[in-house]
């Protein structure tokens, strides 16, 4: 089975421009969550969405968004760039039917805001 | 709302020391609890989990965790460290009354030295 793909694995950005980042999901799975890495910060939980809803939100300004598509690939966009949204952001998915089911990540996209 | 605590932020051991992680979690409810670990370039993988039953979890590797639930606390032991266990490990929970994300620590990275 695939694992969980994210597209692009780099990107650099400008400050005040817009970025989305992809993501497909193992085949079966029909949750998708997003997750900000930073160094000393561990994972911030962005969003999740399932049957291309949002399901839960994370402590994040409007800036960040995000939708699943009925294919349950998801996008997560975030605009007018900050310094501060360098990270690397990370997309995983998941049998969001079974609650405790296990995440399963990509290898993540690594934003670099200039 | 949950919250991870992990205490050590660096260690390092030498090969052959043994190992163990400290993580509390904050949370009145029953919980769900996993261990990730992310080699150097290399995507999130899930180390060990529990749900209920058997309060000491075997993982991969030959990593366990014990949940202890009077100390809130899950933490992750290894006997005997190998190179290749360097990487940075984190401990996360979820909520198992419904639909809730899985919340991360910041994480601990681990440094084994010959």
């Known amino acids: 089975k695939a694992g969980v793909t994210q597209t692009p694995r780099y990107l650099i950005k400008t400050r005040g421009q817009q970025v989305t980042l992809s993501c497909s999901p193992i085949s079966g799975h029909r949750s998708v969550s997003w997750y900000q890495q930073t160094p000393g910060q561990g994972l911030q939980f962005l969003f999740e969405y399932f049957s291309e809803t949002q399901r839960n939100k994370g402590n994040f300004p409007g800036r960040f968004s995000g939708r699943q598509f009925s294919n349950s690939r998801s996008e997560m966009n975030v605009s007018t760039l900050e310094l501060g949204d360098s990270a690397l952001y990370l997309c995983a998915s998941s049998y969001r039917e079974v609650y405790n089911s296990p995440l399963h990540f990509g290898n993540g996209t690594r934003l670099t805001v200039t | 709302a949950q919250s991870v605590s992990q205490h050590n932020h660096h260690v390092i051991l030498s090969e052959a020391a043994s190992l163990e992680l400290g993580c509390n979690y904050s949370?009145?409810?029953?919980?769900?609890l996993f261990w990730y670990v992310q080699y150097p370039g290399q995507h999130l993988q899930l180390l060990l989990k529990?749900?209920?039953?058997?309060?000491l979890v075997k993982g991969i590797k030959g990593f366990e965790a014990e949940f202890i639930k009077s100390k809130f606390s899950f933490n992750l032991r290894k006997p005997s460290v190998q190179w290749s266990d360097t990487a940075e490990y984190f401990c996360a929970v979820s909520s198992n009354s419904g639909n809730t994300p899985l919340v991360f620590g910041k994480g601990t990275r681990l440094s084994v030295i010959a």
């Open positions: 529990y749900f209920s039953g058997d309060p």
């Open positions: 949370y009145g409810g029953t919980v769900n």
